[in-house]
């Protein structure tokens, strides 16, 4: 966990350049283990300073940073976004603790990390939308982490890395 991720003009840029749920072409598929949560990973020309964020995950010398932090080796970054890309969660969203899927579709690559950086400005202990992490073996709760602004999470994506934001969203 990093807090003050991005530098703190860069952050209140992309704080300003962050879409509405009501605009653009967010994906609001509600599936059985969420609600309330929205995704979006084309950018097009109206999106130009998030397109260079993603493109900046994407890029060697992030990836390198973060083979270093973890010693995950050879990273690939997914100009697709498959499974990334802006995630939104509105009031009453939920997110139930699961795994994600360890192969993109189409390339058929190994996904192998998660890097999550929260823009939620003035954020309150009562919204809930905690980061669980879990250990399954032992049905325990190993993390629960806070969605502060700025703040990026970085864990391994294999078959045990459970994570969610169960509980509802009260914000």
Same mark, same amino acid.
């Given at each position: 966990?990093? #807090?003050?991720?991005?530098?703190?003009?860069?952050?209140?840029? $992309?704080?300003?350049?962050?879409?509405?749920?009501?605009?653009?072409?967010?994906?609001?598929?509600?599936?059985?283990?969420?609600?309330?949560?929205?995704?979006?990973? @084309?950018?097009?020309?109206?999106?130009?300073?998030?397109?260079?964020?993603?493109?900046?995950?994407?890029?060697?010398?992030?990836?390198?940073? /973060?083979?270093? $932090?973890?010693?995950? =080796?050879e990273?690939?970054?997914?100009?697709? *976004?498959?499974?990334?890309?802006?995630?939104?969660?509105?009031?009453?969203?939920?997110?139930? /603790?699961h /795994? #994600?899927?360890?192969?993109?579709?189409?390339?058929?690559?190994?996904?192998?990390?998660?890097? $999550?950086?929260?823009?939620? @400005?003035?954020?309150?202990?009562?919204?809930?939308?905690? *980061?669980? *992490?879990?250990?399954?073996?032992?049905?325990?709760?190993?993390?629960?982490?806070? =969605?502060?602004?700025?703040?990026?999470? $970085?864990?391994?994506?294999?078959?045990?890395?459970?994570?969610?934001?169960?509980? =509802?969203?009260?914000?």
């Amino acid at each position: 966990m990093y #807090d003050g991720f991005f530098r703190p003009d860069a952050a209140e840029q $992309i704080l300003e350049a962050y879409p509405d749920v009501t605009t653009g072409n967010w994906d609001g598929t509600t599936y059985i283990n969420q609600k309330n949560k929205f995704a979006l990973t @084309k950018f097009g020309a109206e999106h130009p300073l998030l397109q260079q964020v993603f493109d900046e995950f994407n890029g060697e010398k992030f990836l390198h940073m /973060v083979e270093d $932090i973890t010693g995950i =080796p050879e990273l690939l970054g997914d100009d697709e *976004l498959f499974g990334g890309g802006l995630h939104q969660s509105v009031t009453g969203a939920f997110l139930d /603790v699961h /795994v #994600d899927f360890n192969y993109h579709q189409t390339t058929k690559y190994h996904r192998r990390m998660n890097a $999550i950086v929260y823009m939620n @400005k003035d954020w309150k202990d009562e919204y809930n939308g905690y *980061l669980e *992490l879990w250990g399954m073996k032992k049905k325990k709760q190993l993390e629960n982490v806070a =969605p502060m602004f700025n703040r990026c999470v $970085i864990f391994e994506t294999n078959e045990v890395s459970f994570h969610g934001h169960p509980k =509802p969203l009260a914000a």
